[in-house]
């Protein structure tokens, strides 16, 4: 049997068809961006997923298998709270531009297919109205189009991206080739009301999830550079910085993270919605707390349909990667991401809070 | 016990703090339009149930009842298919500009609660593209801000609706004062792949749901008018004019239905999802077929909460009164449609279509 692998590109861009492209706006007031999921022309078999209490969502009801539309164009991940939907609405009309979408009759009638989900980052740049609308969706399509390799870190939709303590959270992507050839892979935009370190020791809660390779390419990262428990003192410090929670407990601010976990693998779309159920089980391994109240938690299932249908046990594997290339997304989201002031405060990322975790 | 009837303006504005706004654009191609059911300033508890094959909805995921918003500022109901989903931004932003929202934090930290739903009319003014944006969300809104009466027939999201048969669709709207005087209404956009009328008899499938009263007021409809069987020879030209189906039996174009259905009462979150279900039943009475796949058909709940809860035996008779005024608003919306001719084609009035039946 082969063993288990991450991708060439360690990323989503491993799901051959697939491109992802990021547009942001920092400064002035802003800290926000889109970005955009590209699917073949054709469309991939689209499922999704919703688990977070505070979930921010469009085109999620057509998703439901029980409905005639299997195949999205596109998936349009986003800041701007609730505002940031209307980053999908240029995607549509790029996609319309290219002359894809779904085919209603005629030449050039089309809709374009682009489910899409939001974070709540508003006022992290400093103003509450600096948000994403149409145009961030369209340069973010112009983007994927270059191709080549995600950008991950503080970009697109994960710009104005945390996590608890006062962290900065950001993109991460992260690909699995199973035995027999299927990829699986997932983008998460990382920004969450729980934690992705354990206050108790600064590890990061996902680290053994990692395949070997993954701490290569990030932003920041040194080649062949090792994660190790940090220096307690790194971790007291940590802790002191962190802030209180709330009055009452509550956490101080909404969040959510979203993302896309696909496959090459072809899935009915009952399939590809359980595809994005496995990888919320990645997601709760890798943040804690997971899928709160106050966390609006979303992730879509793609497939590209490139290879064949999965047997029983295939899809069992299939599953399971789903699950772990969404950990290793979110460890390397973490990871990624660098640190980041605003008037509105500061981010630390996790390789500044704790340097001797990275030997 | 008091008898039932219809509320004093019979729409959806009887029940105390909604109000409905349309803005539409006809002509050069366009044929279509939004319309906005705005809550009172402090929102409405909403649910939703989505029940066509083809939706194209937005923010209906935090809807469900287990999720942490149960206010909701506006609904935005809109032509243009998924293109249409952009007139929620524009609501969004004018109810921001109001200071209406799910308050985040600091003065001004807003973010209002906008789902939303589209029907597919593209092209049918002859122009592909020709769909709304979020401006037409917000002069909706504008719109409702003058109160009274909800407008009738062919206008905001109605506007480019149509029925099975060749026959034009738009908006309707009817009331129920229950015993006890809780008021339930709805407003929906009739635009159904299937009739609203029989084509055996011409009679239209829902007449027997009608109250007293629920003919007046109706645009071209005589004071006093009546409904009778048309005449055969009318039912005989409407079967001819009626397009065959498509190419192996499918409907020529997709539709969808969508509306809301509100009451006074103070409703649970998962009761006012209940509401929409219901509500449902009444579209499948009196549009035939309902719900199929070639349809969107989407219902929102809404309690604005200014009465009491209801105990069980009133929630059932709430419950029946939202299937009712469905099928009301369906039939009245076939009534107060009026004929229209665009390049893209004529979709005659069931007025001009049956004369006979208004007697």
């Not at 800290?31 to 699917?39: F, I, K, W």
């Not at 950990?327 to 990871?335: C, D, G, M, N």
């Amino acid at each position: 049997m082969e063993a288990w692998g991450a991708g060439p590109s360690n990323d989503l861009t491993d799901v051959e068809g697939l491109a992802v492209g990021h547009h942001q706006q920092v400064g002035d007031g802003w800290l926000t961006g889109s970005t955009v999921v590209l699917a073949p022309p054709e469309g991939a078999v689209g499922g999704v997923d919703v688990r977070g209490g505070g979930p921010g969502t469009r085109e999620t009801d057509l998703l439901d298998p029980v409905n005639l539309v299997e195949r999205v164009h596109a998936v349009s991940l986003s800041g701007g709270s609730a505002f940031g939907l209307a980053a999908a609405d240029g995607v549509m009309r790029w996609l319309l531009g290219q002359g894809r979408g779904f085919p209603m009759g005629g030449p050039g009638e089309l809709v374009p297919i682009v489910p899409g989900a939001v974070i709540f980052d508003l006022g992290r740049g400093g103003r509450w109205d600096a948000v994403p609308d149409g145009s961030f969706g369209a340069a973010a399509c112009e983007d994927a189009l270059r191709g080549g390799p995600a950008a991950l870190g503080v970009v697109g939709a994960g710009t104005g991206g945390q996590v608890a303590g006062g962290l900065k959270g950001g993109v991460g992507s992260a690909s699995l080739v199973l035995p027999g050839g299927a990829t699986v892979a997932a983008l998460v935009v990382l920004n969450a009301v729980g934690s992705t370190v354990d206050p108790r020791t600064g590890e990061l809660y996902a680290a053994s999830r990692l395949l070997p390779g993954d701490l290569e390419g990030l932003p920041g990262v040194a080649p062949g550079a090792r994660l190790r428990t940090p220096d307690a003192v790194e971790v007291e410090a940590a802790r002191e910085r962190a802030a209180e929670p709330g009055p009452g407990g509550l956490p101080r601010t909404l969040a959510t993270t979203i993302g896309v976990v696909a496959t090459d693998a072809t899935l009915a779309p009952a399939q590809a919605r359980r595809l994005a159920m496995s990888g919320h089980d990645g997601l709760a391994r890798a943040v804690l707390p997971a899928h709160s109240m106050f966390d609006g938690d979303t992730l879509f299932g793609l497939s590209t349909c490139g290879g064949p249908a999965p047997d029983p046990a295939l899809l069992h594997l299939l599953l399971q990667g789903a699950a772990d290339v969404v950990s290793r997304a979110v460890v390397r989201a973490t990871l990624a991401a660098e640190t980041v002031s605003t008037p509105a405060g500061t981010w630390r990322s996790y390789r500044e809070a704790f340097p001797s975790a990275l030997g």
